[in-house]
Nanobody, 118 residues
Framework: VQLQASGGGLVQTGGSLRLSCAAS????????MGWYRQVPGKQRELVAH???????NYADSVKGRFTISRANAENTVYLQMNSLKPEDTAVYYC?????????????WGQGTQVTVSS
């Protein structure tokens, strides 16, 4: 599975961005998809997750502001980010998980930078 993330950029506090992640090389509808973020010196953290069945969960810090969605016909997962704060500044990574008989296999995209200015 190959993942290509896009949509990052520079935005002011309170602004919005939409990240996209296009997947190829797998059966997208069977993939659990997620968005993670990482700042220098800190561990990568889960931002939002959407299962193959469409169930979602979010980090507490983004609940009510971010929305994850998927378009199976487009092999794409989105992250709509509203009311952005400076602490949302990070490199955002798209992930995909395949559930195998023996366990799981995770794939990662290349990351897209999101910078929120105060």
């Amino acid at each position: 599975v190959q993942l290509q993330a896009s949509g990052g950029g520079l935005v002011q506090t309170g602004g919005s961005l939409r990240l996209s992640c296009a997947a190829s090389g797998g059966t997208f509808s069977s993939l659990d998809m997620g968005w993670y973020r990482q700042v220098p010196g800190k561990q990568r953290e889960l931002v939002a997750h959407i299962s193959s069945g469409g169930s979602t969960n979010y980090a507490d810090s983004v609940k009510g502001r971010f929305t994850i969605s998927r378009a199976n016909a487009e092999n794409t997962v989105y992250l709509q980010m509203n009311s952005l704060k400076p602490e949302d500044t990070a490199v955002y990574y798209c992930s995909a998980r395949i559930r195998l008989r023996a366990g799981v296999q995770d794939y990662w995209g290349q990351g897209t930078q999101v910078t929120v200015s105060s």
